[in-house]
């Protein structure tokens, strides 16, 4: 970005509040000590909002001073800082009963369940249960009903798909990055890159790449596979070797000499379709997918260098020879403003002058403050009193901090069309995002009516998380989408790239249909603390995957520039 410091998460925050969620969920089925589980899930979330450095607290032992973190806790986080192991976790492991932990990995079921399941029907695996609720036999246990069975069943069918498997792209970021760390002090390390769907940015992730050139692949290895983070391991001769996280996710590491590190890199990177089509124009050629870096393999071919996020063989490979693949994708550098942020107002974690002095501190030219609109009472949405304060109080702060404060909001668009304030509010903001929060489920032909009546208006400056999705857990809504693309190009509104790693909305597949219709796009961080202004890595990553240029950006521009795209048009 345009500033001073990285804005990366620490690399293990995420990974070890998950295993302090474990550590709850392991309690938990154990059926003892619900105080110390609820204590274990307490510090997970301490970590997940955790802002300041964690490697820090941990080396001047200051992990106490977290709200919820005590001595006990504090040890075990400084355990997995350090190790990526902890003892008492790897213990309970042991502990838990087998049936418990399997049947946990469906939602709809608690504990007590679990055990009426057990001791009704003896119901052991997840199989078993299935089998019970296809037989009808799940609904005549005390508790739960044929509503309930139907919908285990639908949960269990769920995770057998293979979308169950995949992890957000913070989590295996995390992991990626502190195996990295430990595999690059590992004997004989020459390079070592993260490859395959994590280097190109998707969306979700379902196993983890790295690639390593070494001098001394059988030391490499050998050291290698006494990661911390590593729960077991397959080797594969001196060529690295295969494992798993203790988290479950699956890790491929291949160990080879530096001249074959470029085409391994290239080939564990993918997708699978881009690099076929890669060896079939090699073999036209005579040649092989073999140079000193990624460049020349390229270059070799008559293409230019394709970054790793375009490589989907998706027309990217026809365009790098008619010379129209977009040479000057956004970058993080590009950024001048940081866009789509809440507060404590609504439901953010972070005071506005909390906000606005991060936002000095990585030297943003401009911050908008866009908390929630009256109809998502949910989210602590600002009723009209509320939101004029807040002006008074961006005003207060503005004169203590050199980034430009625009006031804004993410108004809610209603089920009719409409926008969540009086058009006289809406005129004196700067920004109005606009975004669907609720009736997700409209059928195509409502919810394009909606998005296009809310467009028509003339506030309508920006469509937020545009298809409302979450990535794992909710699909887009039904909307005629070239429809609603045509009816925004028209408006001449922009479209947000929405950061939030749980989001990443639009999707490369529309970002691109976007493009080709001349629409403008801002990169935002749907950032709900200070931490969460990390998230602008992610937006960038998926506007590059939509082939997203950096004067396509409008928070690229600077901030007078940014100011006017925005500003809301006034009714005539």
């Not at 501190?361 to 911050?367: Q, R």
């Not at 001349?518 to 890595?537: K, L, P, Q, Y």
Request: proline fraction near 5%; include cysteine; charged fraction near 30%.
């Amino acid at each position: 970005m345009n500033g001073k410091r990285d804005t990366s998460p620490p690399a293990d925050r995420l990974m070890i509040a998950r295993a302090l969620r474990e550590m709850a969920t392991l309690l938990e089925v154990t059926g003892r000590e619900p105080f110390r589980a609820r204590a274990y899930t307490r510090g997970a979330e301490a970590l997940e909002r955790l802002d300041a450095d964690l490697g820090r607290l941990v080396e001047e032992r200051r992990l106490t001073e977290l709200a919820g973190i005590g001595p006990g806790l504090a040890a075990m986080i400084s355990e997995l800082h350090r190790t990526g192991r902890s003892q008492a976790l790897e213990e309970q492991r042991q502990r838990a009963p087998a049936v418990a932990l399997e049947l946990r990995r469906i939602p709809r079921l608690g504990l007590t369940k679990i055990a009426a399941l057990h001791d009704a029907l003896g119901v052991q695996t997840i199989e078993d249960l299935e089998a019970a609720c296809e037989a009808g036999r799940v609904r005549t246990v005390k508790g739960i009903g044929e509503k309930t069975e139907r919908r285990i069943l639908e949960d269990i069918r769920r995770l057998r798909e293979p979308e169950a498997r995949r992890v957000l792209l913070p989590e295996a970021l995390s992991a990626a990055e502190a195996m990295r760390a430990h595999l690059s002090g590992a004997a004989g390390v020459q390079a070592v890159e993260i490859a395959g769907e994590l280097r190109r940015w998707m969306e979700s992730v379902d196993a983890l790449s790295l690639v390593v050139a070494s001098d001394r692949p059988s030391d490499t290895v050998r050291e290698a596979r006494r990661a911390p983070l590593l729960a077991e391991v397959t080797p594969r001769d001196t060529t690295g070797f295969n494992g798993r996280l203790a988290t479950g996710l699956p890790i491929r590491v291949s160990v080879v000499p530096r001249d074959a590190y470029a085409a391994t890199l290239l080939r564990a990177t993918g997708s699978a379709a881009h690099v076929r089509h890669l060896e079939r124009m090699a073999r036209g050629r005579g040649l092989r997918l073999s140079a000193e870096n990624e460049a020349q393999i390229y270059h070799h071919l008559g293409l230019p260098l394709i970054p790793p996020e375009l490589r989907d063989d998706e027309g990217e490979l026809e365009a790098a020879m008619t010379g129209t693949l977009p040479r000057d994708l956004v970058t993080a550098a590009d950024i001048r403003g940081l866009v789509h942020c809440h507060t404590v107002y609504s439901d953010g974690r972070h005071t506005v002058e909390q906000m606005a002095r991060a936002a000095d501190a990585l030297g943003m030219e401009y911050l908008t403050i866009t908390d929630h609109s009256p109809s998502a009472a949910y989210a602590g949405g600002l009723p009209v009193d509320r939101l004029k304060a807040q002006w008074e109080e961006i005003a207060r702060v503005q004169e203590s901090v050199t980034v430009r404060l625009l006031r804004g909001t993410e108004s809610d668009i209603l089920a009719d069309g409409g926008l969540d304030y009086p058009d006289d509010i809406l005129e004196q903001l700067d920004v109005v995002i606009a975004s669907i929060h609720r009736r997700h489920r409209m059928d195509a032909d409502q919810m394009t009516q909606r998005l296009v009546r809310a467009m028509a208006l003339p506030c309508f400056k920006i469509w937020g998380h545009a298809l409302g999705r979450l990535v794992l857990s909710r699909p887009p809504i039904e909307c005629r989408v070239e429809e609603v693309l045509d009816t925004i190009a028209s408006s001449r509104a922009a479209v947000e790239i929405n950061g939030d790693p749980r989001r990443l909305d639009l999707p490369p597949r529309w970002l691109r249909a976007a493009r080709e219709r001349g629409i403008r796009f801002v990169v935002s961080t749907d950032a709900h603390s200070v931490a969460e202004i990390a998230n602008v890595r992610y937006g960038v990553a998926m506007a590059r995957r939509g082939w997203v240029r950096r004067d396509e950006v409008l928070n690229t521009l600077p901030a007078e520039a940014f100011a006017r795209a925005v500003a809301p048009a006034v009714r005539a």
